[in-house]
């Protein structure tokens, strides 16, 4: 059983910047995509960033340039960092993870609440 652990988060002013992290445990194979996800009120879940084992990143559009996300392979970490923050990102955001191993297989964290105030 795979397990996700969210931390980080928090409510910043619009400008300002926060860092979400996820650590992941369990029997994970070596071949997997980290990422994360956000849903904001009455709004669809969406892909916000995602990042492979090679480092292979992609990003929604709305925040390229202003989020930057990054993995430890060796603890199975995934960290986003987002500045230059806005209103319109504020959501639950979810730790993702797509292993690829045997058999392909979806994990998410519990969700971190980040709000951006104007």
């Known amino acids: 059983q795979v397990q996700l652990v969210e931390s980080g988060g928090g409510l910043v002013q619009a400008g300002g910047s926060l860092s979400v992290s996820c650590a992941a445990s369990g029997s994970i194979s070596s071949i997997n995509v980290m990422g994360w996800y956000r849903q904001a009120p009455g709004k669809q879940r969406e892909l916000v960033a995602g990042i492979s084992v090679g480092g292979v990143t992609n990003y929604l559009d709305s925040v390229k340039g202003r989020f930057t996300i990054s993995r430890d392979n060796a603890k199975n970490t995934v960290n986003l960092q987002m500045n230059n923050l806005k209103p319109e990102d504020t959501a639950v955001y979810y730790c993702?993870?797509?292993?690829?191993?045997?058999?392909?297989?979806?994990?998410w964290g519990q969700g971190t609440l980040v709000t951006v105030s104007s």
């Open positions: 993702h993870l797509v292993d690829m191993g045997f058999r392909r297989l979806e994990f």
